[in-house]
Each structure stands twice: as structure tokens, then as C-alpha cells.
């Protein structure tokens, strides 16, 4: 699609960015159709015109690198094709509390507007971008709170003189994770890579998924 010239984009305008990471993908609170129809529904109470969707599939939103998706609705915004950009939820767009901070600066630079939906965020206003940092820091806490509890859980069963292995300390949460990911027809590869970009420890407490860590997890529940 042609990108406008920043003295021709419309005002009203806006493109929405759609995402789901590995996990997600059966969970339809998450999917990328309940996000479509939340920017819809979200840019008509604004008498707004979605002029495009973007959909990154099976990413993490721990990092903006790898979202080809996000990219594209970044330079949209950039450029000026649209004046806004919405997303159903703010995790969609970003888990990092650094990255959040870069993409709000980047918003006001260019003179474009953030909306995510779940929140209310609208960084037109000083209250709406306040609001969007909060959330940033608290999607980044919760990521770091699932691998610390991994790791206590593992320091527990070490304390209580259990004999540690790879598929006997992790967690069952993460051991019933792993499952539904694969029926969910994800790869070994692909949910180590879910895992590790979520930061997900391991059985030993090590960060570094790898596709024959997740095929021993899933045999173990044979």
C-alpha cells in the first residue's frame, strides 16, 4: 500500500496491530479475531477509519525485534498513512517496559496517537500515556514473577533434599503449559523459543529453552 505524505495524512485515521505469541493462540480471549473486533469496535465509538490491520502470529511481546507485523503498523503511523494506532490490549504491543517507554516517545515525536482499548490509554492525553507506563511495568513484572517462581519452586525441592532432575523439579504448571502448546500443534522449537522469550526457567533454573528439553518434558507424560 502507498504510503502519504505526513502533510496529506488524515486526521480520524488510524491502523491496528494484532499479535498472539505460541501459547495464546488457543485461548480465545487472545486470539487475533477477538482483538480485530475489539479495534473495530474501538475505532467506530471514535468515528475513527481503520485504514489497515497488522497481524504478527506465534510471537513473543518481550521484544519489538522478530514482529515484521508491527513494523509495517509502526511505519504506518510514522509516515503518516494514519494518525493513530490502536491495539485491543497493551501486552499485544509491547511486554518491555523499556520498549513501551521507546514506542511512547516515538508517538509523540512523530505526532501520532497510541490507543489501547483494554486501558483506556490514549496518549493524546498526559493522564492516557501516565496510564500506559504503569501497565508496561506491570506486564514486565508479571513475566518475571512466572520465572521466579519456577526457580523457588526448584530451590524448595532442593531444601527439602529431593533428588533433582530435569523433568521432576519443573513445575506442573509448566509441565501442563508445555502439553497444551504442543496440542495446540506448536513445534518443539516453537515453544522453546515461547518459553525462553518469556523467560520461563527451566527444570535446572537455567534460562535456555531448546526443542530436546520440551520433547523430554512431554515423554516424561507418557
Known amino acids: 500500500m502507498a504510503r502519504r505524505n505526513r502533510r496529506t495524512a488524515l486526521s480520524g485515521t488510524a491502523v491496528g496491530y494484532l499479535r498472539v505469541s505460541t501459547a495464546e493462540q488457543a485461548d480465545s480471549g487472545a486470539g487475533l479475531d477477538a ?46 498513512t494514519a494518525a493513530a494506532l490502536v491495539v485491543a490490549k497493551l501486552d499485544r504491543l509491547s511486554r518491555s517496559v523499556h520498549d513501551a517507554a521507546g514506542l511512547l516517545d516515538r508517538a509523540q515525536k512523530s505526532g501520532w496517537t497510541l490507543v489501547a482499548s483494554d ?33 523457588d519452586a526448584l530451590a524448595a525441592r532442593k531444601a527439602a533434599g529431593v533428588k533433582l532432575g530435569r523433568l521432576r523439579t519443573l513445575p506442573d504448571e509448566f509441565v501442563e503449559r508445555v502439553v497444551e502448546m504442543r496440542e495446540a500443534g506448536s513445534s518443539f522449537a516453537k515453544i522453546a523459543d515461547a518459553l525462553t522469550a518469556e523467560d520461563v526457567a527451566t527444570a535446572q533454573g537455567g534460562q535456555r529453552w531448546y526443542p530436546s528439553t520440551v520433547r523430554a518434558v512431554l515423554l516424561s507424560q507418557r
Do not use: Y
Not at 44 to 61: H, I, K, P, Q, Y
Not at 130 to 136: F, G
Open 35 to 80: 482483538q480485530r473486533m475489539t479495534i473495530e469496535h474501538e475505532c467506530a465509538r471514535r468515528g475513527w477509519t481503520l485504514v489497515e490491520v497488522f497481524e504478527d502470529r506465534g510471537v513473543s511481546g518481550k521484544s519489538l525485534d522478530g514482529r515484521p507485523a508491527l513494523t509495517e503498523a509502526l511505519g504506518a503511523v510514522d509516515d503518516r
Open 119 to 151: 486501558l483506556g490509554v490514549d496518549t493524546s492525553t498526559s493522564a492516557g500515556e501516565a496510564m500506559a507506563n504503569v501497565m508496561a511495568t506491570f506486564g514486565q513484572l508479571e513475566r518475571r514473577m512466572i520465572s521466579q517462581r519456577a526457580k
